[in-house]
């Protein structure tokens, strides 16, 4: 599969990630619970581990975040066609924070389904604490293996990650099963690299 890495600025991402009209919108806290319903900043959710459709917004609210609520398997199936996602958005910027060393956690965002817009998030951490792939970074799920296409980092914020602030890579081992479209606007990388993380871009 052909991996396409972009960055773009935000006028021409919105001409291949379209979001429908009839859409929803669902919250999310650092202190909710995936039984909620997710309709009100009153009952938010966990996790974005729930099934949505492209043009979906969850908004997110200040706080310090796990990051393990982002990790590998916390993503839903987001329903649409063509180049679409559903948005996992900070409400207001850089004030939804995933902090590794103070949760003690070794995760982040680790975006393993198609489909999906994070903005407006900041992790950080201390890079001697820290054992996370990329702060950042869309790969396929290792225990249901499966491609994964049109995923957005935007406005994203990377400091003290320990391989890469921004990243996507294949299945490990794989040579088959990758990723496809995916774009980086507007983000910040600093202290994000204690090794070495390529992001691939790979021409026909």
Not at 20 to 46: E, R
Not at 53 to 63: R, T
Not at 151 to 177: E, K
């Amino acid at each position: 599969m052909i991996r396409n890495v972009a960055v773009h600025v935000a006028f021409l991402a919105a001409c291949f990630f379209t979001l429908p009209a009839l859409a929803s919108t669902y919250y999310l806290s650092p202190t909710g619970s995936d039984s909620n319903n997710g309709m009100s900043a009153m009952h938010p959710w966990l996790t974005p581990y729930h099934n949505l459709n492209c043009g979906d917004v969850i908004s997110a609210a200040n706080g310090s975040y796990n990051g393990w609520n982002f990790w590998e398997g916390k993503w839903g199936t987001v329903t649409g066609t063509g180049h679409c996602v559903a948005e996992l958005r900070c409400a207001t910027f850089d004030t939804c924070i995933v902090d590794t060393s103070q949760n003690g956690t070794t995760g982040a965002f680790w975006v393993d389904q198609s489909h999906w817009m994070v903005d407006g998030w900041e992790v950080k951490g201390s890079v001697a604490n820290s054992n996370i792939v990329s702060c950042f970074v869309a790969s396929p799920n290792t225990s249901t293996p499966a491609n994964i296409q049109d995923i957005i980092f935007a406005n994203d914020i990377a400091n003290g990650c320990q391989n890469a602030g921004f990243g996507a890579h294949n299945l490990g081992g794989s040579t088959t099963i990758s990723y496809d479209y995916v774009n980086f606007i507007g983000d910040i990388a600093y202290n994000s690299a204690l090794v070495c993380a390529a992001l691939y871009a790979i021409s026909p």
